[in-house]
């Protein structure tokens, strides 16, 4: 069964500050997904990597896929009050028969 | 439809009692999926559907839990004799086609089972 850990799994960070999570996991998957998550809603998705090594921006957000394709990273430059939230990230195996979420990682943005 | 529509949004009801829970998936999207979130954690797969077939029902917690799509859309979560354990957050998640597609989210409903 593939798992993926999720650190630090609470950030609570003044606004202005840089931030990164963590998306780890023993498994290679064949992509990566980042979602957001507001209580009382679904998650949305945020990013989807795919290819090894690859970074994609998004606005102040930074994803990276590593090059074994087995974490992740985001990194966000100069947090906002407006980024509080539930950070996810999920993947699925080479062989599309698993799909699996982490814990997550509950950033709070303090004005 | 414009997103993907669950229904009830909160569902209350007695240990032992059954409950049913609705998903209207994004029109055209292939693949369905169930979750369940409990307070403070990511979501957990409870089953998958690619079009009417029920591909995946693995994470189903016990035999009292039951998925359908039978016309390949709409679907409904069933709980018989629901516990206090079966308190969570039912996610149900669409996407155009297979795993690996990007998931569109309802809001869930949330079930208190007393």
């Known amino acids: 069964t593939q798992l993926l850990e999720q650190s630090p799994q609470f950030l609570s960070i003044q606004e202005g500050e840089n931030l990164t999570v963590y998306c780890n996991s023993s498994?290679?998957?064949?992509?990566l997904q980042w979602y957001r998550q507001e209580p009382g809603e679904g998650p949305v998705l945020l990013v989807t990597v795919v290819t090894g090594g690859e970074v994609k921006k998004l606005k102040r957000l930074t994803f990276q896929f590593g090059d074994a394709r087995k974490d992740s990273s985001l990194h966000i430059t100069a947090a906002q009050p407006g980024d509080t939230g539930l950070y996810l990230c999920a993947g699925g195996d080479n062989y599309g028969q698993n799909f699996v979420f982490g814990p997550g990682t509950r950033l709070s943005v303090l004005p | 439809g414009a997103g993907v529509s669950q229904s009830p949004r909160y569902k209350v009801a007695k240990r032992g009692q059954d409950v049913a829970l609705r998903c209207d998936p994004i029109?055209?999207?292939?693949?369905l999926f169930w979750y369940q979130q409990a307070l403070g954690q990511g979501p957990e797969f409870l089953t998958y559907?690619?079009?009417?077939?029920?591909?995946?029902k693995s994470g189903l917690p016990s035999d009292r839990f039951f998925a359908e799509r039978p016309e390949g859309s709409v679907s409904t979560l069933k709980i018989q004799r629901t516990q206090q354990e079966d308190s969570a957050v039912y996610l149900c998640?669409?996407?155009?086609?297979?795993?690996?597609?990007?998931?569109?989210f309802g809001d869930g409903t949330r079930l208190s089972i007393l």
């Open positions: 029109s055209g999207h292939v693949s």
């Open positions: 998640a669409s996407s155009l086609s297979g795993l690996n597609q990007p998931q569109h």
């Open positions: 559907f690619q079009n009417e077939a029920q591909l995946d």
């Open positions: 498994s290679v998957f064949s992509s």
